[in-house]
């Protein structure tokens, strides 16, 4: 894959210090919700995945309350059926028996791994994240195709990959070939906005995803 900073850390520790903002919404998070996962989300699939699939940032009531990304939101219910459907993932999607999926050549992960206020990181927030980013694309050995789920996770695999987003600029459907052999796909953010207003559609998601899933047998 393409070079870039070494890191590490490919996963945070669940209670990770470096957001002070985020701490405290994950603090106030938990005082509300002991029985919630509250903590920095690791990412969930396969160590050997050829795909990494890149999100915003945990769901209030979707990863930070399971613990796996976009696990238990609308988001995730769109995003899980059509990996399912396009054969990167097996079994079914079950919010009472997690363990019933299981991710196929696949990776999924989120550009910030604690949940923001809002669903709205800042800047520096999804700065401090990006050395987990690194990290978690130099511990994918096989990894040959990137998907970018919303333009903070477009821009954040180009930051970590010191590319210019002027040469890649994010949009739904689009395909950049990266150096060093790496395809990046972006599509709109799969969240109920999107998808209630109709500027993402269940046909227009899955033709990404299967563009990405049909690039790992290219």
């Known amino acids: 894959m393409q070079s870039a900073p070494t890191s590490n850390l490919s996963e945070p520790p669940a209670d990770c210090p470096l957001c002070p903002r985020l701490v405290a ?43 796996r990304p976009f696990f238990g939101d609308h988001a995730g219910e769109l995003l899980y059926r059509t990996l399912l459907k396009t054969g990167l993932a097996r079994g079914r999607h079950d919010l009472e028996a997690p363990s019933a999926l299981e991710l196929v050549d696949c990776m999924i992960t989120n550009a910030v791994r604690c949940v923001p206020p809002q669903n ?78 109709g500027r993402l559609t269940t046909e227009m998601f899955e033709q990404v995803v299967g563009a990405a899933a049909a690039s790992l047998k290219a």
């Open 120 to 197: 709205k990181p800042k800047s520096d927030e999804i700065a401090h994240c990006r050395s987990f980013l690194i990290g978690r694309m130099l511990a994918l050995p096989n990894l040959r195709t990137l998907l970018a789920i919303g333009g903070i996770a477009h821009n954040s695999v180009l930051d970590t990959l010191k590319l210019k987003k002027r040469d890649h600029p994010f949009a739904h459907g689009a395909r950049h070939e990266l150096p060093g052999g790496l395809v990046l796909f972006d599509t709109y953010h799969c969240s109920r906005l999107n998808t209630n207003t």
């Open 25 to 67: 919404f994950r603090q106030d998070n938990e005082a509300a919700h002991s029985d919630w996962f509250n903590g920095a989300v690791p990412s969930f699939g396969c160590k050997s995945a050829g795909l990494l699939i890149v999100g915003l940032a945990p769901g209030l009531k979707g990863a930070n309350r399971t613990g």
